[in-house]
Nanobody, 118 residues
């Protein structure tokens, strides 16, 4: 079992910055991928950024150049640094972990709200 807790969301002005954290705990077998998804009302859930166990990083075009995903393995934590925030970034941000243990398992955090005012 993997328990994920997101933190770092809040209310910021356009152009501001936030750093989200996703802390993992519990029994972990092999984490293959960690992704930051975001969900806004009336919009489909979007994968904003992901990082694999091999270090591969991908970003959605909408956040490329502004967001940076990173990890601290010693702390079992993945971060999402968000710079130059725009009102369009307003959403609930959720951490997702994919684990392989005979089959694929998905774990989700509770989400953290990011609100960007204009």
């Amino acid at each position: 079992q993997v328990h994920l807790v997101e933190s770092g969301g809040g209310l910021v002005q356009a152009g501001g910055s936030l750093r989200l954290s996703c802390a993992a705990s519990g029994t972990m077998f092999r984490i293959n991928e960690v992704g930051w998804y975001r969900q806004a009302p009336g919009k489909q859930r979007e994968l904003a950024a992901r990082i694999t166990s091999g270090g591969t990083i991908n970003y959605a075009d909408s956040v490329k150049g502004r967001f940076t995903i990173s990890r601290d393995n010693a702390k079992n934590t993945v971060y999402l640094q968000m710079n130059n925030l725009k009102p369009e970034d307003t959403a609930v941000y959720l951490c997702n972990v994919k684990v392989w243990s005979s089959r694929w398992y998905d774990y989700w955090g509770q989400g953290t709200q990011v609100t960007v005012s204009s």
